[in-house]
C-alpha cells in the first residue's frame, strides 16, 4: 500500500507543470439584484484553489482561471452564486439577498440557531480544523482554538484522560469535566478502567474525522438548556452527513514519526560518583564503604545513559476512506477509519479503527428518518501509573554506573539500585481492548407547518477487556508469574422527544419555541479476577494460573428524567430575547431533593440594524447581549445519599461490612452565572470578534468531607461551600489580506480568576508530599508550604522563610511556618492562528500559550536533592554549593542528612509556555490536471505537532498533571516522573474521487 501512494506522489510530481499550460482571463462586474448598485468587496474564487480576487469600488474584477474554472461569488448577506466560466472571457453576476447568509448556523442544545441572533456565548471548531491531526484524542486537537478552554493533556502517555476546564474549575470534589454530547445524546466521558493502572479515556474512542462542527457552551444561557450537568460547560460533537448529488469519495492518509518535546539530561557516571562521594564524605562517611553496602561499585567502568531507556521514536500511520451523496429523498454519509500509533514511551501504543454510517431520508414532504451508527475498536497497550517502580520514566533513578546489561548473563541487569523495568517489557504486557458503538436513530414530522415533533432515541455501548501479564522475572510477577483480567461493560441508554415550533408574522416578529422531555439510563458492571502461579511464560491467560488470589465483581447505575423548554424571540432583526427551563430528577440525590429546576435568560440587541448605524462605514456588525441562568452538577457517587454496605466473609461465613454514612439531604450543586458581551464586525466583516466578561459563582459545593477513621470511614459528602470564577474573553479574527494572497488570523486570550469563597471553616489537604490545598479565600489547588530562601553561603546550609512577609530565615526546617507559595491554575491561557494560501499553497500556524500557572515537580525529592538518596540526579546539582562564598540555590551535598531535601517551594517553578502546537503546509494540485487522471481533487501536505515549546520549567514539559493522583482538584499542577508530549511530524495525502 505505501509502495502504491509513493508511486501516486511521484506520478504528480512528474507532471505538475502541465497545469499551468492553460489559462485565460476573466472579467466582470457584480450588482446588487435587488437595486442594480454594485458591490465592492465581493470575494471572488476559482472552485478548489485559493485563487481570488476582490471587486473594487465599481463593483469590477479580473481574474486569470483555467479554461474550465467554476467562479465562486461571496459577499455578507447575499446569497453565494457558482458560475462555470465555460470559455467566456466576461461574467457580469447580480448577487441576491439571502438572510441566510446574514450569520452562520450554529448547532445549540436540541436545535439551531442563526450566529447572529445568539445571546449566549457558544465557541465553534469546524471539523476541518482538527481534520487529520495526529493525536489519538480530539480534545487534544482541541487546544488554543477556543476561548476560555482550557485543555491540559496531563502528558504524553497514549489514551489517557485529558483536563478540560470551561471558564474555569466549577467543583471542589464532584467532575470539572464538560459534558459530552454526540448527535443530540449524552455519552460516556469519564475515565475509566478497573486495574490499578491507567485510567482509560472514553472520548479518544471518536474518530476526530468524523466530525463537522464542535459547539462548546460555556455560558447559562447556552447551556442551561442541559440543566443539571451543565455547570461545567456542554461539548457539542455533530458528526457529518451526506449531502443530495452526486456520490463524492475521499481518501485520506498519512505517516510520520515522533519524538519527546524535551528529554531530560541526569548526571555521567563521573559527575555521579563525584557528587556522592562528596555528598558521604560532607557527612564524614567512606565513599567506597556506603557505595558497597548499596550494591554499588565506586571504580564501576559503565557509564550508562539511563535518561534515554524509556524513549523510543514513535510512529502513527492512518488510513481512511469516505463516501457521501444521495439524492433529495436519501442521503448517506460512510466513513472507515483505520489509525495506528507508536507511543515515544516504551510499551505505549494505541491502535483505533472505525466505521460510521449516517443516512437521512425523507419519507414525503412532512416526515423525516435517519440514524447514525458507529462501531470502534480501540487496543491500548498501556503503561504504569507515575509512582510505580514499573513506570519507564523512573528508569532515570538508575545509577549510570550500573549498566542496562548484566555482563555475567548477557541479560536484562536485574541487580541495579531499583528495579530495571526494561523487564516488564520484555515479559509482560498491559492491554486495554475497548468494543464500543454510539448510534442514534430518530423519526421528524411536520405536524404542522411551523410545527415540527422529533424523537431520538440512542446508545452509546461500551465493553473494556483489560489484561495484565508480569513474567517470573518481574518484580511483582515472581517467582512464578502474574496476571489480572477485567470485563467491564457501560451501557447508556438515552431518549429525547421535542415539539419545536417557528413562525415569522407580520414582517417583525421571529418566534422560535422548544418543548421536550429526555431519559437517560446508564448501567456499569465489571468483574476482575487475579492470579499466580503460571506454568511459564508463555501461558499468559488468567485460566492457566494455578492460584486465584482475588477476585471481584461491581454494578452501579443511575436514571436521568429531564423536561425542559425554550423560547427565542425576534423583533425587527435586531431586538433578541431567549429564555429556557430544565427541571432534573436523578436518582443519585435522595428522594427529598431529587429533583432541580434551572432556568435562564438572554438579551440581545443588534445595533447595526438601527437606522443610526444603518451604512456605517466603521460597523458591519455589531451587538450587545447579556445572559443570566442556573446550572448544576451531579457527578458525584451514584449511590452518595445511601448508607451502603459491602459483603464480606469471615472463617467461611458470610456478612456485611459498612462502607459509607448516609448523607440524605444532599443537594444539587448550583451555579449562578453572569455574562455580558460584544459581538462586532468592522470595515465589511474584514475584522470580527467577540468580547465577554462573567461571573460564575457556585454554591453547594457536593464535598467529600475527611471524618476520622475510628468510626470506620474516611470521607462523608456534604453541601458545604462555595467558590466563584470571574473571568474576561476576547476573539479577534480579520482579514489580513485578500485576493491570490490571502492571509487570515485567529487569536484569543481569555482571563480566569477562581476563588474559594466559603469551605465552612475546612481546609481539605492534599497528598503529603505535594503543595495542594482547598482553603478558603485561596483558588483551586493553591500551593502551600515551607518557603525556600537559597542556601547560605557561609555554611551551605538550605534556608527556609521562617513565616510570610518575612525576611527572616532558619535551617531549621521545622521551624519554617507553612504560607502561601503559588498557582496552580494560570492567568490566562489562548491560542493565535495564521492561515496563507497562494496559488494552491496553504499554510496553517497554531500557536497555544499559557501563563501564570506554577508547577510542583514532587520527583525533585529523589533526583535533585543534592545527594540525599543514590537516586541519579538532575544537571543543575553541579551548581552545588561547596565551598564558603559560593552563591548558589542547591545547598552542600549531604548524604541522608536531607538539606534542603524538605517539603517546599525549593522544587516550585513558572509553568507558563508558548507551544508551536500544529503547522499544516500543503498544496492542493490543480483542477485542470486532477482531472486528467481521474481525480475530483487532490491535496498533499506535511504536518508538525507540538513542533517547538518555550518555557523556563525545567522538566520534560510544562503541559503536565501526574496521574499519581488521578483528576484531584486538591492536586493540579504536580510534576512526578510524568513524561513529555510527544513532537510528530507527519506526511499526507487527501484524494477526491
Same mark, same amino acid.
Given at each position: 500500500m505505501k509502495k502504491h501512494v509513493l508511486l501516486q506522489f511521484l506520478l504528480l510530481l512528474l507532471v505538475l507543470p502541465l497545469a499551468w499550460a492553460q489559462t485565460q482571463t476573466v472579467s466582470g462586474r457584480v450588482t446588487s439584484a435587488t437595486d442594480g448598485a454594485a458591490l465592492p468587496g465581493v470575494t471572488v474564487l476559482e472552485r478548489g484553489t485559493s485563487n481570488g480576487v476582490t471587486t473594487g469600488a465599481n463593483g469590477e474584477y479580473t481574474l486569470t482561471v483555467q479554461p474550465n474554472a467554476t467562479l465562486v461569488f461571496r459577499f455578507i448577506g447575499m446569497a453565494t452564486q457558482e458560475i462555470a466560466v465555460e470559455g467566456r472571457t466576461t461574467i457580469n453576476v447580480a448577487l441576491g439577498s439571502d438572510q441566510q447568509q446574514l450569520g452562520e448556523v450554529v448547532v445549540v442544545g436540541y436545535g439551531t440557531q442563526l450566529k447572529q441572533e445568539l445571546t449566549g456565548n457558544i465557541a465553534q471548531v469546524s471539523g476541518e480544523e482538527i481534520a487529520n491531526i495526529p493525536t489519538p484524542s480530539l480534545e487534544s486537537a482541541l487546544q488554543g482554538r477556543a476561548a476560555g478552554v482550557y485543555?491540559?493533556?496531563?502528558?504524553?502517555?497514549?489514551?489517557?484522560?485529558?483536563?478540560?476546564?470551561?471558564?474555569?474549575?466549577?467543583?471542589?470534589?464532584?467532575?470539572?469535566?464538560?459534558?459530552?454530547?454526540?448527535?443530540?445524546?449524552?455519552?460516556?466521558?469519564?475515565?475509566?478502567?478497573?486495574?490499578?493502572l491507567e485510567p482509560l479515556n472514553p472520548i479518544a474512542d471518536i474518530n476526530p474525522n468524523d466530525i463537522a462542527s464542535i459547539e462548546i457552551l460555556k455560558d447559562a444561557s447556552a447551556a442551561a438548556i442541559y440543566g443539571s450537568r451543565a455547570s461545567n460547560g456542554v461539548v457539542i460533537i455533530t458528526t457529518k452527513r451526506g449531502k443530495a448529488g452526486k456520490t463524492n469519495i475521499t481518501f485520506n492518509y498519512y505517516t510520520g514519526f515522533s519524538r519527546p518535546t524535551k528529554i531530560r539530561e541526569f548526571l555521567n557516571a563521573e559527575e555521579y560518583i563525584e557528587l556522592f562521594s562528596e555528598a558521604i564524605e560532607n557527612v564524614g562517611g567512606d565513599?567506597?564503604?556506603?557505595?558497597?553496602?548499596?550494591?554499588?561499585?565506586?571504580?564501576?567502568?559503565?557509564?550508562?545513559?539511563?535518561?534515554?531507556?524509556?524513549f523510543r521514536t514513535g510512529s502513527v500511520s492512518q488510513y481512511e476512506i469516505a463516501l457521501s451523496g444521495g439524492n433529495e429523498k436519501t442521503r448517506f454519509y460512510i466513513n472507515g477509519n483505520f489509525n495506528t500509533t507508536d507511543g515515544i514511551l516504551l510499551g505505549n501504543e494505541f491502535d483505533r479503527a472505525s466505521g460510521r454510517f449516517n443516512i437521512d431520508h425523507s419519507i414525503n414532504d412532512r416526515v423525516r428518518i435517519g440514524t447514525n451508527v458507529s462501531l470502534i475498536r480501540t487496543l491500548n497497550q498501556r503503561v504504569s501509573d507515575d509512582n510505580a517502580f514499573s513506570n519507564v520514566i523512573q528508569l532515570n533513578a538508575l545509577p549510570p554506573i550500573q549498566p542496562k546489561i548484566d555482563p555475567e548473563t548477557g541479560e536484562l541487569n536485574r541487580r541495579t539500585l531499583y528495579y530495571n523495568n526494561l523487564i516488564d517489557q520484555r515479559d509482560g504486557f498491559n492491554d486495554a481492548l475497548t468494543y464500543r458503538t454510539i448510534s442514534t436513530a430518530f423519526l421528524e414530522v411536520d405536524v404542522l407547518r411551523n410545527l415540527r415533533f422529533r424523537t431520538e432515541h440512542g446508545i452509546d455501548f461500551l465493553n473494556l477487556q483489560e489484561e495484565l501479564y508480569l513474567g517470573?522475572?518481574?518484580?511483582?510477577?515472581?517467582?512464578?508469574?502474574?496476571?489480572?483480567?477485567?470485563?467491564?461493560?457501560?451501557?447508556n441508554y438515552n431518549t429525547n422527544n421535542t415539539l419545536t415550533y417557528n413562525s415569522t408574522f407580520a414582517d417583525a416578529h421571529k418566534l422560535e419555541g422548544l418543548l421536550g422531555i429526555s431519559y437517560q439510563r446508564a448501567n456499569t458492571s465489571s468483574a476482575s479476577v487475579e492470579g499466580r502461579g503460571f506454568p511459564s511464560d508463555r501461558f499468559q491467560k488468567i485460566a492457566s494460573a494455578a492460584r486465584i488470589t482475588s477476585g471481584s465483581s461491581s454494578e452501579t447505575g443511575y436514571v436521568f428524567a429531564s423536561y425542559y423548554a425554550r423560547a427565542n424571540y425576534v423583533f425587527r432583526d435586531r431586538y433578541l430575547f431567549s429564555g429556557s427551563v430544565r427541571v432534573d430528577g436523578s436518582s443519585r440525590f435522595g428522594s427529598g431533593n431529587r429533583f432541580g429546576a434551572f432556568p435562564a435568560a438572554s438579551a440581545g440587541w443588534i445595533l447595526t440594524q438601527e437606522p443610526f448605524l444603518d451604512g456605517s462605514n466603521l460597523f458591519s456588525f455589531l451587538k450587545l447581549r447579556a445572559s443570566y441562568g442556573l446550572t448544576g452538577n451531579a457527578e458525584i457517587s451514584n449511590f452518595a445519599p445511601l448508607a451502603l454496605y459491602s459483603a464480606a466473609a469471615y472463617e467461611e461465613l458470610a456478612g456485611l461490612v459498612p462502607t459509607s454514612l448516609p448523607s440524605d439531604d444532599l443537594r444539587w450543586e448550583k451555579t449562578k452565572q453572569l455574562d455580558v458581551g460584544i459581538d462586532f464586525g468592522l470595515?465589511?466583516?474584514?475584522?470580527?470578534?467577540?468580547?465577554?466578561?462573567?461571573?460564575?459563582?457556585?454554591?453547594?459545593?457536593?464535598?467529600?468531607?475527611?471524618?476520622?477513621?475510628? %468510626?470506620?470511614?474516611?470521607? *462523608?459528602?456534604? #453541601?458545604?461551600? =462555595?467558590?466563584?470564577?470571574? +473571568?474576561?474573553?476576547?476573539?479577534?479574527?480579520?482579514?489580513?489580506?485578500?485576493?491570490?494572497?490571502?492571509? %487570515?488570523?485567529?487569536?484569543? *486570550?481569555?482571563? #480566569?480568576?477562581? =476563588?474559594?469563597?466559603?469551605? +465552612?471553616?475546612n481546609t481539605i489537604f492534599g497528598n503529603s508530599r505535594g503543595l495542594g490545598q482547598i482553603r478558603e479565600g485561596e483558588p483551586m489547588g493553591v500551593f502551600w508550604g515551607p518557603k525556600y530562601a537559597g542556601v547560605d553561603p557561609q555554611s551551605g546550609d538550605a534556608l527556609y522563610y521562617i513565616e510570610a512577609g518575612s525576611d527572616e530565615t532558619t535551617s531549621n526546617y521545622s521551624l519554617a511556618q507553612d504560607q502561601r507559595l503559588g498557582n496552580p491554575n494560570p492567568k490566562f491561557t489562548g491560542g493565535f492562528t495564521n492561515n496563507f494560501s497562494f496559488k494552491g499553497f496553504d499554510l496553517n500556524v497554531l500557536m497555544q500559550f499559557v501563563s501564570g500557572n506554577d508547577i510542583f515537580n514532587?520527583?525533585?525529592?529523589?533526583?535533585?536533592?543534592?545527594?540525599?538518596?543514590?537516586?541519579?540526579?538532575t544537571k543543575d546539582q553541579l551548581n552545588r554549593w561547596q565551598q564558603p562564598g559560593d552563591i548558589t540555590d542547591v545547598p552542600q551535598a549531604r548524604y541522608l542528612a536531607s538539606n534542603g531535601g524538605g517539603?517546599?517551594?525549593?522544587?516550585?517553578?513558572?509553568?507558563?509556555?508558548?507551544?508551536?502546537?500544529?503547522?499544516?503546509?500543503?498544496?492542493?494540485?490543480?483542477a485542470t490536471f486532477t482531472e486528467r487522471i481521474g481525480l475530483e481533487s487532490a491535496r498533499i501536505y506535511v504536518q508538525a505537532t507540538n513542533l517547538a515549546t518555550f518555557t523556563d520549567y525545567d522538566g520534560y514539559d510544562p503541559e503536565v498533571n501526574t496521574t499519581y493522583f488521578g483528576r484531584s482538584n486538591v492536586n493540579l499542577g504536580h510534576d512526578f516522573y510524568t513524561p513529555p508530549l510527544a513532537k510528530t511530524i507527519t506526511f499526507g495525502v487527501s484524494i477526491g474521487l
Open positions: 485543555i491540559n493533556q496531563g502528558s504524553g502517555k497514549l489514551g489517557q484522560g485529558i483536563n478540560i476546564r470551561i471558564r474555569g474549575a466549577a467543583s471542589v470534589s464532584a467532575s470539572n469535566q464538560p459534558l459530552y454530547v454526540v448527535d443530540g445524546i449524552p455519552v460516556t466521558s469519564a475515565d475509566l478502567g478497573t486495574s490499578n565513599p567506597a564503604t556506603v557505595f558497597a553496602r548499596n550494591g554499588l561499585d565506586i571504580n564501576s567502568p559503565y557509564d550508562q545513559n539511563w535518561g534515554e531507556e524509556p517470573r522475572q518481574t518484580q511483582d510477577g515472581g517467582p512464578s508469574g502474574y496476571g489480572y483480567n477485567s470485563q467491564l461493560t457501560s451501557s470595515f465589511n466583516d474584514r475584522i470580527t470578534g467577540e468580547v465577554d466578561y462573567y461571573i460564575k459563582d457556585t454554591e453547594d459545593l457536593l464535598l467529600n468531607l475527611p471524618i476520622p477513621g475510628y %468510626n470506620g470511614y474516611t470521607v *462523608i459528602t456534604k #453541601n458545604i461551600g =462555595k467558590l466563584e470564577n470571574k +473571568g474576561f474573553e476576547f476573539v479577534l479574527n480579520t482579514q489580513n489580506l485578500v485576493g491570490a494572497f490571502t492571509w %487570515n488570523t485567529n487569536f484569543n *486570550i481569555a482571563f #480566569n480568576r477562581n =476563588k474559594v469563597t466559603d469551605l +465552612g471553616g514532587m520527583a525533585g525529592f529523589f533526583q535533585s536533592v543534592n545527594g540525599d538518596y543514590f537516586d541519579n540526579q517539603r517546599s517551594s525549593r522544587w516550585m517553578q513558572d509553568g507558563s509556555f508558548l507551544r508551536i502546537n500544529n503547522v499544516n503546509l500543503g498544496y492542493r494540485l490543480p
